[in-house]
């Protein structure tokens, strides 16, 4: 049975980003001809400190053994479960029930990270481990708001501005998201489908999460012009190859 101290991490891998418009699930599209998921999946194998990368699927999802024979992800590191949801929300609690049932202990430190951030930089992950580690609650990385922000309603049908927010209180909320596993999963049972991401989850629990500032990229991809920018990204020297 696995011991409590190490870290691992989580990957919901069931969605199909509508809002990306592709005609497969997102995180399968081609970057630089690598699927998406690989590019995140391999980033995060740098981390040595992680002990095991669970990636969730979509009940039935054939692609994954395809993928770690070809990208050279046969690692005893790297598992696999196809109980996935219809939501973030259920594919991240089924992989909790799936990391307990694994024999992972309650208060074992777990990293979410979605597979459309496959542009995370290692350095990162473990300048979020290195903070949190010790850590009552946990955290996240996050980046400050550098823009000016506006809240809005619709107004005969047109969005205008009710009022600017104070960006000097605002971060944007990015994975990894890094608490102990049991209070995780008990705070995706307390908030059920309301959480959008684990420290929301915990938030509703009473828990302050720990914002730890993110140095690199790690955007997410969700619309075609993000999965555009990204393939140039990938696709040009030293990123080229980089996962």
Known sequence: MPSASPL???IPCAGHGQRAQTAEPKQYVPLAGVPLVVHTVRALLKV???AQLLVVTSPGDDRWPGLRERFGLETPRLAVRDVGGDTRARSVRAGLDA???AGWAPDTWVLVHDAARCLIDPEDVLRLIAACQDDPVGGLLARKMPDTVKQAQA???VERVTQTLDRDTLWQAQTPQMFRLGALAQAY????EGATDEASAMEVTGAQPRLVPAQGLNLKLTYPQDLAWAQAWLSQ???EGRS
Request: glycine content about 10%; proline content about 16%.
């Open 99 to 101: 990391l307990l049932a």
């Open 48 to 50: 040595p400190s992680l």
């Open 237 to 239: 020297p030293p990123h």
């Open 155 to 157: 107004m005969q049908g």
């Open 8 to 10: 691992v991490c989580l």
């Open 189 to 192: 049972d307390q908030v059920g």
